[in-house]
T-cell receptor, first 112, second 113 residues
């Protein structure tokens, strides 16, 4: 069945450095790719998303890139700050209006 | 708390107990979702209600029983659960068909002894 693989499972970076999280999807019909951030004990929150007609999207320090040919997309966080510490999830749409296929999450640790 | 609320936030139950999880959304949405979140695993969609009718049921064991009495409320009734059912149960809501505007609740941390 459809799946999304997310790497790495844990990422530790120095404050101020950049972080990159990568996801690969299997369904070539996927056309919507959101990224969610979940801080400890809190709800997942959408931080950025991209659709298949766009190759890159930026919002301040975060950006997402999409390579449809290779079926992978990545989250880039620049100038990391302590508040960026969280678990980040990628997801990809499938044929349903109600379902996303999710990655297993990346725990991002920002070292002071 | 506004948006999507869930009660209780924490629940410990024995395998023979019956309990219910409650979700309420204050966003005017008309689709509601139950997810199971286990450590280091992808989110698992359990049930979806659209306009108060169940539209998705992803092979969830019958010991989980959803109920959606109106577009603002969603319940998950639990009975004879197993220890492997221990997880964070997340509720979410959106407008019908707008998976890109899904808003999550804070979750109920369930422990089955």
């Amino acid at each position: 069945g459809e799946n999304v693989e997310q790497h790495p499972s844990t990422l530790s970076v120095q404050e101020g450095d950049s972080a990159v999280i990568k996801c690969t999807y299997s369904d070539s019909a996927s056309n919507y790719f959101p990224w969610y951030k979940q801080e400890l004990g809190k709800r997942p929150q959408l931080i950025i998303d991209i659709r298949s007609n766009v190759g890159e999207k930026k919002d301040q320090r975060i950006a997402v890139t999409l390579n449809k040919t290779a079926k992978h997309f990545s989250l880039h966080i620049t100038e990391t700050q302590p508040e960026d510490s969280a678990v980040y999830f990628c997801a990809a749409s499938i044929g349903s209006n109600y379902q996303l296929i999710w990655g297993a999450g990346t725990k991002l640790i920002i070292k002071p | 708390e506004t948006g999507v609320t869930q009660t209780p936030r924490h629940l410990v139950m024995g395998m023979t107990n019956k309990k219910s999880l409650k979700c309420e959304q204050h966003l005017g949405h008309n689709a509601m979702y139950w997810y199971k979140q286990s450590a280091k695993k992808p989110l698992e969609l359990m049930f979806v209600y659209s306009l108060e009718e169940r539209v998705e049921n992803n092979s969830v064991p019958s010991r989980f029983s959803p109920e959606c009495p109106n577009s603002s409320h969603l319940f998950l009734h639990l009975h004879t659960l197993q220890p492997e059912d221990s997880a964070l149960y997340l509720c979410a809501s959106s407008q019908v068909g707008r998976i890109d505007e899904q808003f999550f609740g804070p979750g109920t941390r369930l422990t089955v002894l």
